[in-house]
T-cell receptor, first 112, second 116 residues
Framework: DQQVKQNSPSLSVQEGRISILNCDYT??????FLWYKKYPAEGPTFLIS?????DKNEDGRFTVFLNKSAKHLSLHIVPSQPGDSAVYFC???????????FGAGTTVTVRA | NAGVTQTPKFRILKIGQSMTLQCTQD?????MYWYRQDPGMGLKLIYY???????DKGEVPNGYNVSRSTTEDFPLRLELAAPSQTSVYFC???????????????FGPGTRLTVL
């Protein structure tokens, strides 16, 4: 049972434009959400996170938005750069759980 | 500070063989995890450990075993390898200190395993 879903397997965006990645979840107990970035032949690396007590968290070019009522979060990358081309995973956890549930990932390609 | 290291990077096994994937972290994290990633899929948790001597099953534990004798090491054992275990395996660790702290995990570079 996939509790975290990333319904867009891929996204292509022009350099300098905005990339918007979406993530939906079904478990209402999730209260902490993370985005990971993964390059080929490397492990995922932490990008940005958000607690359920917030609806927005910003770190440089990366902003994550959380809509708890819709059980939806999104990652905005502005402006997109060629080095942002990677697979992005959405992940979620519940406060009383040690484990993360991951989405299937979205492959972002930034075109010059 | 090397973070999380995994060996080997690549391995080809024959059906029925066994092997151990090694994972070591030097960040003194209590929590460690093993995931597998299949093409087009997210990371699936195989086993995890909340400290030396304590392990528990994740979503997809069948065909695998783990041990945690030290804080640093968390090896994953495959017995009787099957083609369905062809995957990329990631080890991760977390500094999570308890309830109420967030759960950022640090990943190793992965081991690509093929079972033929």
């Amino acid at each position: 049972d996939q509790q975290v879903k990333q319904n867009s397997p891929s996204l292509s965006v022009q350099e300098g434009r905005i990339s918007i990645l979406n993530c939906d979840y079904t478990n209402s107990m999730f209260d902490y959400f993370l985005w990971y970035k993964k390059y080929p032949a490397e492990g995922p690396t932490f990008l940005i996170s958000i607690s359920s007590i917030k609806d927005k968290n910003e770190d440089g070019r990366f902003t994550v938005f959380l809509n708890k009522s819709a059980k939806h979060l999104s990652l905005h990358i502005v402006p997109s750069q060629p080095g942002d081309s990677a697979v992005y995973f959405c992940a979620a956890s519940a406060n009383n759980d040690y484990k993360l549930s991951f989405g299937a990932g979205t492959t972002v390609t930034v075109r010059a | 500070n090397a973070g999380v290291t995994q060996t080997p990077k690549f391995r080809i096994l024959k059906i029925g063989q066994s092997m151990t994937l090694q994972c070591t972290q030097d960040m003194n994290h209590n929590y460690m995890y093993w995931y597998r990633q299949d093409p087009g899929m997210g990371l699936k948790l195989i086993y995890y450990s909340v400290g030396a001597g304590i392990t528990d099953k994740g979503e997809v534990p069948n065909g695998y075993n783990v041990s945690r004798s030290t804080t640093e090491d968390f090896p994953l054992r495959l017995e009787l390898a099957a083609p369905s275990q062809t995957s990329v395996y990631f080890c991760a660790s977390s500094p999570r200190t308890g309830i109420g702290s967030y759960n950022e995990q640090f990943f190793g570079p992965g081991t690509r395993l093929t079972v033929l």
